[in-house]
C-alpha cells in the first residue's frame, strides 16, 4: 500500500489558451467558476491565431511562484501548449486525453498543470478530466524521488 498525501482543496485555478483552445477555454472557465473555483484567465480572447507561448509561459509561471494552486491550458492538441508550460522550472504539466492519464498524471507526476487538446476530445470528456485532476492525491512514496529530480 502506498502513502497519500492529503489533498488539499484546489481553491484558485489559471488557464490559458491559444486560438485553437479557446472556445472550450471558456466552457471550462463558466463550469469551474459555477462550482466555486476562483480561475483567472490569462488569454487568449478569440479564436483568432496567436502564439501559445504568448499565454502559456505567464499561465506557468504564475502557477510555478505559487500564485495559483494548479493550471489548465488548451490548445488543438495540447502538445505545444504542455511543451511550453513544462520549460518552467517546478512545472509537471501533463497532456491528458482520458481519465486514466488524468488520475495518473496526479498519482505518479503530482502535475501541477494539464493541457488539454480541443481538437482531440470532447469537451463532457474534458469536463471527466479535469473534474479526476482536481480530486486526485499524489502518491508519494517511490514517486517523490523521480518528482524530486525533475525539479533539480
Not at 505559487?66 to 501533463?94: H, P, Q, T, Y
Request: one cysteine or more; charged letters at 30%.
Amino acid at each position: 500500500m502506498t502513502s497519500q498525501t492529503p489533498i488539499e482543496p484546489v481553491k484558485k485555478i489559471v488557464i490559458a489558451s491559444d486560438h485553437a483552445g479557446y472556445r472550450y477555454k471558456r466552457r471550462i472557465i463558466d463550469r469551474l467558476t459555477k462550482k466555486g473555483y476562483q480561475v483567472e484567465d490569462l488569454g487568449t480572447d478569440s479564436t483568432e491565431s496567436v502564439d501559445y507561448p504568448d499565454f502559456i509561459f505567464p499561465a506557468a509561471k504564475a502557477v510555478a511562484e505559487g500564485k495559483f494552486e494548479r493550471g489548465i491550458v488548451l490548445g488543438g492538441s495540447g502538445n505545444g501548449e504542455a511543451m511550453a508550460a513544462n520549460r518552467i522550472k517546478g512545472i509537471r504539466c501533463a497532456v491528458c486525453w482520458n481519465e486514466k492519464s488524468a488520475r495518473l498524471a496526479r498519482m505518479h507526476n503530482n502535475a501541477n498543470m494539464i493541457s488539454l487538446g480541443e481538437r482531440m476530445i470532447s469537451i463532457e470528456d474534458v469536463y471527466e478530466i479535469i473534474d479526476i485532476w482536481l480530486s486526485t492525491p499524489f502518491e508519494e512514496g517511490r514517486h517523490n524521488t523521480r518528482i524530486q529530480k525533475l525539479d533539480q
